[in-house]
Nanobody
Framework: QLQLVESGGGLVQPGGSLRLSCAAS????????IGWFRQAPGREREGVSC????????NYADSVKGRFTISRDNAKNTVYLQMNSLKPEDTAVYYC????????????????WGQGTQVTVSS
């Protein structure tokens, strides 16, 4: 079973940046669409961004458009989420998820999930 590991979370001041990584160790991500999701305390999990297996198609939630950028490096078997101009409302646990041969989607339709990485935006 595909195992995903997120990294790169932490504490950052408002306006700062973080880059999250999503890596797989035993399987290639070449055929997987990858999504990033987040869940804040007391709130439902929401889709943040996704990228198709080729990298040719991406999508973003309105709340992060223009601030977040998703990318992938298939040679490194890793997908990234560059987060700039972070706001306190971006505070959440961020998860990456994978689905094989699926269209890029911000809906909760993915098959494999990582354990999450905490992002805290606070002064």
């Amino acid at each position: 079973q595909l195992q995903l590991v997120e990294s790169g979370g932490g504490l950052v001041q408002p306006g700062g940046s973080l880059r999250l990584s999503c890596a797989a160790s035993e399987f290639t991500l070449d055929y997987y669409t990858i999504g990033w999701f987040r869940q804040a305390p007391g709130r439902e999990r929401e889709g943040v961004s996704c990228i198709s297996s080729s990298g040719g198609s991406t999508n973003y939630a309105d709340s992060v458009k223009g601030r977040f950028t998703i990318s992938r490096d298939n040679a490194k078997n890793t997908v990234y989420l560059q987060m700039n101009s972070l706001k306190p409302e971006d505070t959440a646990v961020y998860y990456c998820a994978a689905a094989m041969f699926r269209l890029c989607s911000l809906l909760n339709e993915y098959d494999s999930w990582g354990q999450g990485t905490q992002v805290t935006v606070s002064s």
